[in-house]
């Protein structure tokens, strides 16, 4: 079985007065842990227990019953009645931080001694133990009832007693196959939320290798990310080369256009104030705007990535490693524009990667090197060029593509796109079995020459891949396409 985590952030609706409580609460939460982490502190054998035996011993050492009338550093010196759960919570949140604090102070004294042994000077510093807590209170179970979809009964103290209250919910509603854990209060934007971890168990989707070794009809929904228009094109092909469906997923020139502008904004007041006013108000909020239309873009292409991979029953998702940032000349709102361009592809991946895995799907990436420039159908290098243009040599960037050695002609994201697949299956097909030709380097070829041309090609072997059956038919703007394609706006 595998599982997979994640946080459903509700907003809590109460009255003013309660804001007080859940402050108090979360204060004495804290004095709880930090007073626990002084308790291991005096205690540090306690660490090499598991934490289920560490609870035990630090509730001995603290909380006074029948069988243990004068504990050693008695809990009720913070606070009388504190509840045993509220008292657990906090144990563990104080566990964790020693654990971490010990674990690096461990290391610290192991390389200073090793420092001293080689008869080198030392002069890094000593982690230190936290000297304020600030965590959010966690309530187990016991400090809170009643949850329905739209409220929950909390126990929380008012800084005299402890008080049940009912508080509304409002935001995402829990999903139905999820196992949930124990939320936590939590202060963020003026006001107090509920964050509740989710679990989801599913069966474990095995290796990416048994996928597409033992099945030829293993479908992989391949990605190839762009900084233009379609900010992802993804195809459905099977690992024996069928190709079922194409999606074009837009939006990009409207992103780039509202972030060149926000960029151009902050730029202008830059040169009035003379400074790099990164820390001022005005700038600070049109960075906070660009940020999250970045990465709510980021969300929505990666959930209709996902979508789309499901929708036609793909096991694995391929992209391409991101490469390196090529820097664009020009205006500070050009560079800044395509830096920030680059990093969302970064962002698309990791959210597509953490999304398909809780729906039971795997995640790849492959080498990048000239997927734009190699034909999916025959391996030979693709002219690429512009509407209007005359189909030879490359174009960056442009969105069509002609292969010269083979006639097929199309989008050239949409080839990028299988190609990328075609990469996942060929890294582990048996390499003595010949692999496809890699295309020769061309001259003004990316700039990383040198390491391009590899031994293999020189090889006219027969491509080991089946050649990608889209070709001739699938002329860009012509015709109906073989398999499904969409086109999107996000
Ligand atoms: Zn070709």
Known sequence: MAKATKTIRQSLGYQPAHAAWFAATKDLFNQVAAFYFEVIAAHEKVLDCSNKEALTLLETLTHATQKNPTPVMPLEAIGEDIPAMFRRAAIHAALGSARSFYSLLRKWKKRQEQAQAKGKKFTERPPVPPRSWNKSATLYAGQWKERTRSSIVLKVWTGTCWSWIKVRITGRELPEDVEMGSPSLIWRGNQWWLHTPLEKQFASPGTIEKHVTTNTQTKMCAVDLNLHEHLAVCTIQTVEGTILATTFIG????????????????????????????????????????????????????????????????????????????????????????????????????????????????????????????????????????????????????????????????NADRNASLVIGQRLVKRYQNPLQGKPPTPPLVEGAEKSAGVAVCQDAKSEEEPSLPEARHADRNEHGTGAPQDSTSQEEI
Not at 274 to 296: C, F, H, M, P, Y
Not at 307 to 314: D, E, M, T
Not at 317 to 344: C, I, Q, T
Request: aromatic share 8%.
């Open 251 to 410: 939006g990009g020139r409207r992103i780039s256009g509202f972030r060149k502008k926000q960029l151009g904004r902050i730029a202008h007041n830059r040169r009035k104030t003379g400074t790099i006013a990164e820390g001022e108000q005005d700038n600070a909020d049109l960075w906070r705007k660009i940020n999250n239309v970045d990465e709510s873009i980021s969300h929505l292409v990666s959930a209709r990535i996902v979508q789309f991979a499901k929708q036609h029953g793909a096991t694995i998702l391929v992209f391409e490693h991101l490469g390196h940032l090529k820097p664009e000349k020009g205006k500070y709102s050009r560079r800044g524009n395509s830096k920030r361009a680059f990093w969302m592809k970064g962002r698309i991946f990791k959210y597509a990667k953490y999304k398909a895995y809780s729906e039971g799907l795997l995640t790849s990436r492959v080498n990048p090197r000239n997927t734009s420039r190699e034909c999916a159908r025959c391996h030979s290098l693709v002219a690429r060029y512009k509407q209007g243009q005359s189909a030879e040599g490359y174009t960056s960037g442009a969105p069509l593509v002609l292969c010269p050695q083979c006639g097929m002609k199309g």
